[in-house]
C-alpha cells in the first residue's frame, strides 16, 4: 500500500513538473509566473508526501 503511494505521489510530481515546463516554454506574463509558481508548489508537496509515505512504510518496517 505505501509503495503505490509512494508512486501516486511520485506521478504527480512528475506531471507537475511537465505542466511546469510548458509554462516556461510560453512566453513571460502574470498569469504565466502565477501558474509556475502553482506548479511548482504542487510538485513540492507531492515529493513531501511521497517522502512522508516512505518515512512510514520504512517506520512500520523498523528501518530507519
Keep these: 500500500m505505501a509503495l503505490k503511494q509512494m508512486r501516486d505521489h511520485l506521478a504527480r510530481a512528475g506531471r507537475e ?6 509554462f516556461l ?12 509558481a502553482r506548479s511548482l508548489s504542487n510538485v513540492a508537496a507531492s515529493i ?3 517522502m512522508g509515505t516512505v518515512e512510514q512504510s520504512l517506520s512500520e518496517r523498523g528501518g530507519s
Design 17 to 22: 513538473i511537465q505542466s511546469a515546463q510548458q
Design 25 to 36: 516554454d510560453m512566453p513571460e506574463g502574470r498569469d504565466t509566473d502565477l501558474a509556475v
Design 48 to 50: 513531501i508526501d511521497a
